[in-house]
T-cell receptor
């Protein structure tokens, strides 16, 4: 399968614990995005990378959240000191952008569902 | 700033009937527009997209959408609904990076 993959698919944790999610983009895609989706809502943008550089962060990304994309391949999203409000589906998407002005068609992974007890 | 409004959080149709899901957008730059479908406990699958050029866009599974700049709309249609079309549908707008999504429309199909 050559699509976007995410691991784990489900994570249950207790409030105050740290969690880390992994995303493997489509091979050779240079952009990688993280979104958060809560029940009954559309996905909300968190952050994105162009290769290994983190270029934009949403105000939703509090200081408890950190994302990395070492070597411009896979990415990790870490949440420290989880809160019940962090319970959501965390979606990763990747795209290939070859020009400054270019359609950024994003392909999504299956998501990681986080439940904070 | 960009935003998307999906009119109707829930649409119900009979199998074989026309599907119409409404999306209006706001954008200060020429928009890229997308429709995605999401099945329960899964990620989002791209149905179709509008970038530039032809305003009637055809996608997968028989869906199409028409970009109407004067109405700031990008409604999704399908001539004949199948049971397998039952899912959550999201309209999204982009200026070239992050997608801004609507709240989604749940499509139910009855036999």
């Amino acid at each position: 399968d050559t699509g976007v993959s995410q691991d784990p698919r489900h994570k249950i944790t207790k409030r105050g614990q740290n969690v880390t999610f992994r995303c493997d983009p489509i091979s050779e895609h240079n952009r990688l995005y993280w979104y958060r989706q809560t029940l009954g809502q559309g996905p909300e943008f968190l952050t994105y990378f162009q290769n290994e550089a983190q270029l934009e962060k949403s105000r939703l990304l509090s200081d408890r959240f950190s994302a990395e994309r070492p070597k411009g391949s896979f990415s990790t999203l870490e949440i420290q000191r989880t809160e019940q409000g962090d319970s959501a589906m965390y979606l990763c998407a990747s795209s290939l952008v070859v020009r400054v002005i270019s359609t950024d068609t994003q392909y999504f992974g299956p998501g990681t569902r986080l439940t904070v007890l | 700033a960009q935003s998307v409004t999906q009119l109707g959080s829930h649409v119900s149709v009979s199998e074989g009937a026309l599907v119409l899901l409404r999306c209006n957008y706001s954008s200060s730059v020429p928009p890229y527009l997308f429709w995605y479908v999401q099945y329960p406990n899964q990620g989002l699958q791209l149905l179709l997209k509008y970038t530039t050029g032809a305003t009637l866009v055809k996608g997968i599974n028989g869906f199409e959408a028409e970009f109407k700049k004067s109405e700031t709309s990008f409604h999704l249609t399908k001539p004949s609904a199948h049971m397998s079309d039952a899912a959550e549908y999201f309209c999204a707008v982009s200026g070239g990076t992050a997608l801004i999504f609507g709240k989604g429309t749940t499509l139910s199909v009855s036999s």
